[in-house]
């Protein structure tokens, strides 16, 4: 129900559950966590701090309204303000790691090397699929379900967790070379600009974006789908050049 009004006295689904989980959990939510020495060290960045300043609406100037800190976590509100959420930064090559958690029956996503020369952030960036696979449809079909590259590369098995429990993701970038992992298992790779991937992207819908995967640095992204969303501990580690991963 993602623009519809059914009625004042009937409750979303996705309101009970947000309600319930926040309930449940809103005490045992640890607070943002800070980097380490060793951590910062090894070159990683917080793109988390507990603040938006990183961020910023996809061609705007701020965070749209949806977007929060609440509890120390990143968090879509639907109805509160609509828009993806975009790094400030670009990157390149890089490890971004973080944790997301999904409302029922619940889709979101994660862009990566996105621009801003498109109408949206999905005709350029590829997106790691976010999404409650069992309460959803995308979730039927492999090459959008929770982890894929979405509508391209499925994941290799479903290791997602629950709704309201925490998925762990780690995406690596390294040139051409993508990798997808979540919850410590690596269960998407693939490789940019070569002809079997631009043979399958010509399959898709995605053909009708030519700069859709062709960018060498971009935005980090997450998507407004119309269904809450959280994270935390998000972070960044730039790869430097001719370091690989």
């Known amino acids: 129900m993602r ?23 809103a005490m045992q939510e640890a607070p943002v966590k800070r980097l380490t020495a ?25 965070p749209p309204a949806g977007w929060s800190v609440e509890d120390g976590l990143l968090t879509f509100t639907p109805g509160a303000g609509d828009g993806d959420l975009m790094t400030r930064e670009q990157f390149g090559d890089f490890e971004l790691e973080l944790e997301w958690r999904i409302a029922e029956g619940g889709n979101s996503g994660i862009f990566y090397r996105a621009t801003e020369a498109e109408r949206a952030p999905y005709w350029t960036g590829p997106e790691f699929q976010i999404l409650h696979n069992e309460g959803h449809p995308d979730g039927r079909t492999p090459e959008t379900s929770a982890g894929s590259n979405y509508a391209l590369h499925a994941p290799i098995e479903d290791v997602t967790r629950p709704p309201g429990e925490w998925n762990r993701v780690r995406i690596v970038l390294d040139g051409a070379r993508v990798e997808h992992w979540m919850n410590d298992v690596r269960i998407v790779e693939y490789e940019l600009w070569t002809d079997d991937w631009r043979d399958l992207v010509a399959s898709t819908k995605f053909v009708d974006w030519p700069a859709y995967g062709m960018a060498r640095t971009g935005h980090i992204g997450l998507q407004d789908h119309g269904d809450p969303v959280w994270f935390r501990n998000i972070r960044i580690r730039v790869a430097q050049a001719g370091s690989g991963q």
């Open 3 to 25: 623009k519809n009004m059914l009625g004042t006295i009937l409750v979303a689904p996705w309101m009970a559950v947000a309600l319930a989980q926040g309930t449940a959990s």
């Open 38 to 62: 060793e951590e910062e060290a090894a070159g990683w960045t917080l793109l988390f701090d507990g603040t938006l300043d990183a961020w910023r609406g996809y061609r705007q100037a701020d």
